[in-house]
T-cell receptor
Framework: SAVISQKPSRDICQRGTSLTIQCQVD?????MFWYRQQPGQSLTLIAT?????????ESGFVIDKFPISRPNLTFSTLTVSNMSPEDSSIYLC????????????FGPGTRLLVL | AQKVTQAQTEISVVEKEDVTLDCVYETRDTTYYLFWYKQPPSGELVFLIR??????QNEISGRYSWNFQKSTSSFNFTITASQVVDSAVYFCALSEKIIQGAQKLVFGQGTRLTINP
């Protein structure tokens, strides 16, 4: 499986500010995914990022709030914009498992607390 | 739309007991994949197993076993002789086709498993 890293691992931010989360993979992957896990909750897909095209957002998530970049096959960023305390969550990136359709491997996550 | 239900929110057992985590799913797809992931206190999601909808054979990996029954749309996970290190939140997930042949995962609410020494 791919080795995935995320930066930062955690952060405490003030409301109204923005935070960009980086996701780096040690091999080229087609699809990268961004999930949100609110406290004590399950994972919800924010968007799917395919290299060279606009990210595809799930219902309830918009590009203005969660802009995503995918400049190459090993890297992606997710920005949480104009943060409020409701954005306090773990944000996880994941990648397709090569040769194992549907399988996703996850990064360690970014724990975000918004005050 | 796809849906995954994990009715057990929390389970607590004593070490060495066997424990089964239930997972029931809904899908209109004829081909799909089911998964179990483990999330220890560190927060990272660890892949445990993938099951193809055409393969109903049960699978065993060490102390872990999985029972897939298409007739009841269930994919249950059993830990035999549980250990304290098994304490984690376990998520069942179902694939859903999205763009360009990619699959996204729809997760259940998770079951928090606590193994007491």
């Amino acid at each position: 499986s791919a080795v995935i890293s995320q930066k930062p691992s955690r952060d405490i931010c003030q409301r109204g500010t923005s935070l960009t989360i980086q996701c780096q993979v040690d091999s080229q992957v087609t699809m990268m995914f961004w999930y949100r896990q609110q406290p004590g909750q399950s994972l919800t897909l924010i968007a799917t990022a395919n290299q060279g095209s606009e990210a595809t957002y799930e219902s309830g998530f918009v590009i203005d709030k969660f802009p995503i970049s995918r400049p190459n096959l090993t890297f992606s960023t997710l920005t949480v914009s104009n943060m409020s305390p409701e954005d306090s969550s773990i944000y996880l990136c994941s990648v397709d498992g090569t040769g194992r359709i549907g399988t996703q491997y996850f990064g360690p996550g970014t724990r975000l607390l918004v005050l | 739309a796809q849906k995954v239900t994990q009715a057990q929110t929390e389970i607590s057992v004593v070490e060495k007991e066997d424990v089964t985590l239930d997972c029931v799913y809904e899908t209109r797809d004829t081909t799909y994949y089911l998964f179990w992931y483990k999330q220890p206190p560190s927060g990272e999601l660890v892949f445990l197993i993938r099951r193809n909808s055409f393969d109903e054979q049960n699978e065993i990996s060490g102390r872990y076993s999985w029972n897939f029954q298409k007739s009841t749309s269930s994919f249950n996970f059993t830990i035999t002789a549980s250990q304290v290190v098994d304490s984690a939140v376990y998520f069942c997930a179902l694939s859903e086709k999205i763009i360009q042949g990619a699959q996204k995962l729809v997760f259940g609410q998770g079951t928090r498993l606590t193994i007491n020494p």
